[in-house]
């Protein structure tokens, strides 16, 4: 480089040192795990006694079909209907104790970058569904609490899903209440993506409402509670020349017609999975290739 003028040189250095520290940093934002830790366990007695796992229960009545499973404690029915040119997967679920909505982070372990396909931790917990959750992996902000255990409690502008120890849906504003308040009040989930679909069985998103950075049809991802244990979850393809995708409104629309008095958005594009007794129900594609996307985390009953 002796040919190259000094002050030439001091340029190209300092560009190289700029294009590298961008590079990492897109390394350590997307692709490089990192691993944290708890923040608290529930404080809530009747919390504290839900974590503990409920007993096993037999398998004598286990009914199973394609669409439909039946035992003492879990009843899944699976329907898929076509809604705006788009297939729609809807299960309607109903449990006999909050326990058994459950969720699990991928790999065993709380952090960003650190994902799994929903079927792989589907598989790992023993599920009978399960759908991809909030991918919480994929930002600093946002509350995460799972079955019962605070892992983050930075606030972002979000509208956050609570599950309370008795299995029952609420939307907070993160702004207006810390993850520490919710913990001591019995938070038996907390799922930050959004937003919230219904409210108080009133349509919360207009026409026109999307999440950031999306396309107005998406594949999505929602589940949304009809009354005590009893829930609904739906999954759309998207994107593909055999389904368009719904928007948020079209979403919102059907849980209402569901019968849900509140419903939520979760994280959806090549994200949207439904998997049951085993298998992918839906067609999700990551945009690069028809197949699972590897998430954060999962929600499983």
Known sequence: MSWIRKPFRYAILFTCILVLGSAFVM????????????VALASSA????????APAQPDTGVLITDTSYMDGNLHITIETM???NTAVYIADIQVSDAVSLKTALANNLFGRNIKQTTSDMAENNHAILAINGDYYGFRN??????????????AGNRQDLVID???NFYIIEESEISAQELLAAGAWQVLSFGPALINNGVIA???????????????RTAIGQVSALHYIVIVSDG???QSDGLTLYALATLMKDLGCTVAYNLDGGGSSTLWFNGEVINNPTDGRSDGERKVSDIVYF
């Open 46 to 53: 009747n919390t504290q006694a839900q974590i503990a796992d």
């Open 82 to 84: 076509y809604v705006d």
């Open 141 to 154: 902000d946002g509350y995460v609490i799972r079955n019962g255990v605070l892992y983050r409690d930075v």
């Open 205 to 219: 998103v207009s026409y026109n409402s999307e999440v950031n950075q999306s396309m107005t049809s998406n594949p």
């Open 165 to 167: 120890a008795d299995g």
């Open 239 to 241: 994107r593909t020349s």
């Open 27 to 38: 390394l350590d934002t997307f692709v490089i795990p990192h691993t944290g830790q708890a």
